[in-house]
C-alpha cells in the first residue's frame, strides 16, 4: 500500500559549496521539458505498478525536494496534482510538501498555497552573515525571516525551517543566536544538520586548503551544540520526535516519518528513489537522459526481507518512539531473530537501547542520540 510520493527538481539558482545532491543550474533552462518529462514519468509508473480495477488508498504526503522547488511557478505543481490525481487521491488532510529557499519564489506564497501545498520547508541553515556566506548561501538572515512571515501570512499553518550546526567560523554564541531567532518565529517545526565534509564538494577543498579561513568546530564543540539546541528547543515548546527533528505538537513531518518506518514511496522525477512492491530503485541522475526517458533508471535492487529488517532498526531507531520488537519478532524467522536478540542485549547492557515503559517499544537512550551511528552499526549485517 503506497500513501507517500516524493518529487525531486533538480533546479538551483546556484550550487552551495557543501552540497552533493543531484542538481542542474536552472540558468541553462530545460525547466519546461523536465515538467513534461515528469508528467509522463508520473502517468507511466502509476500504470506500470498498479490495477487499473483496484482503488488506490489515498496519497497521505507528498514532498517536492531538490534542487530549489520554488524557482518554478505554483501552476507547474497544480499540473503535477492533476497529473497524480489521475490515479490517486490526495487524503482530505494530506501532507504537502514544498521546499523552499529564501529569496528564490517564482510565485507568492499565497499562490503556492492556493493550489494546494499546506506545509513548507524553509532552507534558511544560519542567521548568522558570516557562517551564511562560508556556506554559499544566497540569502540574507533578514531575507530568511521575511520568508517565514510571509509564509505565515499567506495561511501556510506547518512551517519548517532547516538550521545546520558545525559550520566553518561557528561559536556557541553564533549557534545560540541562531536559535533564539528561530524560537522566536512563527513555526512548527525545525530540522536540524550537522554539516558533513561530503567528499569532492567545494567546501571539502576549501577546509583542506584553507583552513585558517574556514575553521571547523570540533566534535566536542558540534556535540555541545547539538545539546544545547535540543534543551532550548525543548523549553519552547518543540517535541523531539526524531534525532535531528522537532515540532510543536501535531506537526511531525508526516512525509518522513513514512520514511522512517520503512513504508512503500513513490520516487518520481531524475534523482529521486522509490520504494515499490520490495524494489528499491533510483531515477536517472543525468537531465538530458531523463528528459529523453523518464523511466529509465539508474540502480533497482530487490530489498530483502534481511534488508528490510535491518532498515527497521536502522530508521526506526532514530524515532524518539522507537520500535514495536514484538511486531517485528513475529515478521522475522526464530534463526535471523536469535541474531537481534544478541545485538539488542548487548546495545541494552551499555546503556545504548532501553524498553519505553509506557509502550514497550524499544528505543535509543537519548545521551546517545549525539552518538547514534555507532549504535546502528550493530544492526548491519545481521546474517
Known amino acids: 500500500m503506497i500513501t507517500?510520493?516524493?518529487?525531486?527538481?533538480?533546479?538551483?539558482?546556484?550550487?552551495?559549496?557543501?552540497?552533493?545532491?543531484?542538481?542542474?543550474?536552472?540558468?541553462?533552462?530545460?525547466?519546461?521539458?523536465y515538467v513534461e518529462a515528469?508528467?509522463?514519468?508520473?502517468?507511466?509508473?502509476?500504470?506500470?505498478?498498479?490495477?487499473p480495477l483496484t482503488e488506490l488508498p489515498p496519497l497521505e504526503s507528498l514532498y517536492i525536494g531538490g534542487g530549489t522547488p520554488s524557482l518554478l511557478e505554483a501552476s507547474v505543481y497544480q499540473q503535477v496534482f492533476e497529473?497524480?490525481?489521475?490515479?490517486?487521491?490526495?487524503?482530505?488532510?494530506?501532507?504537502?510538501?514544498?521546499e523552499i529557499n529564501p529569496n528564490r519564489l517564482a510565485s507568492t506564497m499565497a499562490d503556492y498555497r492556493a493550489v494546494g501545498f499546506d506545509r513548507v520547508s524553509i532552507g534558511i541553515q544560519s542567521f548568522n552573515p558570516l557562517e551564511l556566506k562560508k556556506l554559499s548561501r544566497q540569502h540574507t538572515a533578514e531575507e530568511a525571516i521575511v520568508t517565514v512571515k510571509q509564509a505565515k501570512e499567506a495561511g501556510f499553518k506547518n512551517i519548517s525551517i532547516d538550521l545546520m550546526y558545525g559550520i566553518p567560523t561557528q561559536t556557541m554564541a553564533s549557534w545560540e543566536a541562531t536559535l533564539v531567532q528561530a524560537i522566536a518565529l512563527p513555526i512548527e517545526h525545525i530540522s536540524l544538520y550537522g554539516l558533513q565534509l561530503e567528499a569532492g564538494t567545494p567546501l571539502e577543498t576549501l577546509v583542506h586548503k584553507a583552513k585558517a579561513h574556514y575553521p571547523l568546530p570540533t566534535d566536542e564543540a558540534c556535540l555541545t551544540m547539538y545539546q544545547m539546541a535540543v534543551d532550548r528547543l525543548?523549553?519552547?515548546?518543540?517535541?523531539?520526535?526524531?534525532?535531528?527533528n522537532f515540532a510543536r505538537k501535531g506537526h511531525q513531518s508526516q512525509h518522513n516519518l513514512a520514511y522512517w518506518k520503512s513504508k512503500a514511496f513513490w520516487g518520481f522525477g531524475a534523482g529521486a528513489t522509490g520504494f515499490v512492491s520490495g524494489i528499491r530503485y533510483e531515477n536517472s541522475t543525468n537531465l538530458d537522459g531523463y528528459i529523453a526517458n523518464p523511466l529509465e533508471m539508474q540502480a533497482e535492487t530487490v530489498v530483502s526481507a534481511?534488508?528490510?529488517?535491518?532498515?527497521?532498526?536502522?530508521?526506526?531507531?532514530?524515532?524518539?518512539?522507537?520500535?514495536?520488537?514484538?511486531?517485528?519478532k513475529r515478521q522475522t524467522s526464530p534463526e535471523l531473530w536469535e541474531k537481534v536478540v544478541s545485538v539488542i542485549e548487548k546495545a541494552v547492557g551499555k546503556g545504548q537501547l532501553h524498553h519505553l515503559p509506557s509502550t514497550g517499544f524499544l528505543a535509543i537512550t537519548p545521551e546517545w542520540f549525539p552518538k547514534m551511528n555507532s549504535v546502528l552499526a550493530d544492526f548491519v549485517n545481521l546474517s
Do not use: M, W
Not at 507517500?4 to 552540497?19: E, M, Q, R
Not at 525543548?234 to 535531528?244: K, L, M
Not at 532498526?313 to 522507537?322: A, D
Open 4 to 33: 507517500n510520493a516524493y518529487i525531486h527538481i533538480p533546479f538551483c539558482a546556484s550550487k552551495c559549496v557543501y552540497c552533493d545532491f543531484y542538481v542542474e543550474l536552472a540558468k541553462y533552462g530545460r525547466q519546461a521539458a
Open 38 to 51: 515528469l508528467n509522463h514519468e508520473i502517468k507511466t509508473r502509476y500504470q506500470q505498478n498498479t490495477n
Open 83 to 98: 497529473t497524480i490525481e489521475q490515479y490517486q487521491p490526495f487524503s482530505p488532510d494530506a501532507e504537502r510538501t514544498l
Open 234 to 244: 525543548t523549553q519552547a515548546g518543540f517535541y523531539q520526535y526524531e534525532v535531528s
Open 306 to 328: 534481511l534488508e528490510q529488517l535491518e532498515n527497521a532498526f536502522i530508521f526506526g531507531l532514530r524515532l524518539t518512539e522507537g520500535i514495536d520488537v514484538e511486531t517485528l
